[in-house]
């Protein structure tokens, strides 16, 4: 995988069936997660740990212990942890109509408090979408995927065009969504791309490995666009001082 300059994001998260029904064990996740930390390289994985959630179960308490843990575990495999709180989309009402918005004050604290776990672990902590407000805890808000992480991920410099807009919220750099809506089988509750468990359950069944799509296949109708590809690495020679 290194020589495509693979760079990966892996959302593990602390919650059981009753949030994520038929997620695997967080434990398997992590264990996979090292395992393809091994392959593509310290710099090439982060670790995504949302939506953080809280209820009478989910306290920021357990957050803060559960978060430890599992730091502990993925200690060395990954520099970066992604954090973010719920945010309710329409579909995310639908699907977990009892989940609250978490108050600014709280996910300061929250925060503060998981930058505070990282350091313990060699993590940075990195708030997913608009966090302006956060910019005082100690975490980097300078965006999830920037010109930096890729160039750190690749080992080379990117002589990268202007950056196109993306939602107001995001600073990464050139996103691109891929997959289709109603495909997972996970159903977790504060997902926003499912919002009808039986279309999805449709949609699997129409699952063809041999197909380029990921359900169904290719129509006589359908236009096909070849997208251009252009190579934004720098040849001059880079230096890394560690």
Known sequence: MRPFHQHWFVTITPYGPEIEPNVPPKENV??????????VGVNNINWRYDPIILNETWTAERHFETFRDMAATLAGST??????????????????????????????????ELVRIGKDFGLTIKPCGDSRHLTETGADCSGCMTQ?????????????????????????????????????????RYCYANSDPQLVAQNMQQHDPESPLLTGHLLSTDQIHQAKQKSWIDPQFRLDLY
């Open 30 to 39: 992590m264990e996979t997660f090292r395992q393809l930390s091994s392959i």
């Open 79 to 112: 520099k970066v942890c992604v954090i973010s709180f719920i945010m309710l989309y329409e579909k995310v009402k639908t699907n977990f109509p009892e989940v609250r918005t978490i108050p600014e004050k709280e996910q300061i604290r929250i925060t503060k």
């Open 148 to 188: 930096s992480n890729f160039e750190t991920a690749i080992g080379q410099n990117l002589n990268l065009p202007p950056n196109p807009n993306n939602r107001k919220e995001c600073a990464c750099y050139i996103t691109g969504d891929i997959g289709a809506y109603n495909t997972c089988g996970h159903l977790c």
